[in-house]
């Protein structure tokens, strides 16, 4: 199969970084399908082109489906691994799983252009969904989590993100489909910073200031990296693209950790991995100051499946 008949994935997938994002999550209303498809086509298709007006701010996004809206949206075929959110608990930690209809990623380098975009996107769905959550994403400083740790060093790089993040020829049908993963966490950032540096840092398996990552040996196994970074049984790393922002308030605020990958698998593993841990008593303890208060799965379909459906 020629890359030239490679469906059009949905620009926001595979971006790089932007300064600020906005996270909308809607459910849909009853009985509204037949007029939702070409709504979604519509929005779709908008987010494409927005993309080449506003491209000087780095303007991208994508719409994804809900695992469990999916066969109600698009009853005719199913991306073949898609399947609700791994909600998981153990100890005290725990990855619950809020689902939602839909989620739409908007991401610019100016935040009045993602308003706008947004007021419209909302605008277009009156009468189809209810909005449930919104959030604002933020960099901060130079990319760090509110940690104050960099976040997104070991991402993929470059045509790599593409290979890690969307659906190949595996399930044909949706091809250049990416699943999608939403946690937001809420910080206890109060508990984290009476930490000692060197302490947030072994928990971590980095270095705060300098960004650098421990040597092997010096990693303990309930650190961050060493909990994720996983491997298949022939030794290849599994890998996933986060595109995960920083967002909130004084009030509550946290990380809106989002995974995309061409298999749910990679996540749902390393979500294990992290709270439940790996049978010898060793979780990540990250989560002693970080909660999940959402968790959701998505399937964001490449741009030509969406507007297929357009009227
Ligand atoms: C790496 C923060 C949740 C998967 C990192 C790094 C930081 C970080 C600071 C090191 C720098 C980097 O390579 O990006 C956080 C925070 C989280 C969170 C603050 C939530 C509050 C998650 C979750 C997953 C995950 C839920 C997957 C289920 C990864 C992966 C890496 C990573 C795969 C790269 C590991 C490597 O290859 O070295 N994270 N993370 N993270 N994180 Fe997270």
Request: hydrophobic fraction near 35%.
């Amino acid at each position: 199969m020629g890359t030239l008949d490679m469906p059009r994935e949905q620009l926001g997938i595979c971006a790089e970084g932007n300064l600020h994002a906005v996270y909308l999550m809607f459910n849909a209303n009853d009985g509204v399908e037949a007029q939702m498809r070409p709504c979604l086509a519509n929005i779709a298709q908008y987010i494409y082109e927005l993309a080449d007006q506003y491209a000087d701010s780095a303007f991208n996004g994508f719409v994804a489906i809900g695992a469990n809206y999916w066969d109600a949206l698009y009853p005719d075929a199913r991306p073949a691994e898609l399947r609700p959110f791994p909600a998981m608990e153990s100890g005290n930690r725990d990855a619950p799983a809020i689902e939602y209809d839909l989620f739409f990623h908007l991401r610019c380098d100016r935040m009045d252009i993602l308003h706008l975009v947004a007021n419209e996107v909302y605008g277009m769905l009156e009468g189809l969904a209810e909005l449930e959550d919104e959030e604002r994403g933020f960099r901060f400083m130079d990319a760090r989590d509110l940690t104050g740790f960099v976040d997104g060093t070991e991402n993929p790089k470059g045509r790599n993100r593409q290979q890690v993040a969307l659906v190949d020829e595996q399930d044909p049908e949706f091809r250049g489909g990416s699943y999608i993963h939403v946690q937001k966490y809420v910080h206890n950032l109060r508990k984290w910073q009476r930490l000692p540096t060197q302490k947030q840092e072994d928990i971590i398996g980095r270095t705060k200031q300098d960004n650098i990552e421990y040597e092997s040996e010096d990693k303990p196994l309930t650190a961050h990296i060493k909990r994720v970074n996983l491997k298949d049984e022939n030794g290849q790393s599994l890998e996933i693209l986060r595109q995960s922002l920083p967002f909130g308030t004084v009030r509550q605020q946290g990380l809106m950790f989002i995974s995309t990958c061409k298999t749910p698998e990679h996540f749902e593993k390393m979500l294990h991995s992290m709270i439940v841990g790996d049978g010898a008593g060793n979780h990540d303890h990250l989560m002693h100051f970080t909660q999940a208060v959402t968790g959701s799965s998505f399937f964001a379909p490449s741009l030509d499946f969406i507007i297929q459906f357009s009227e």
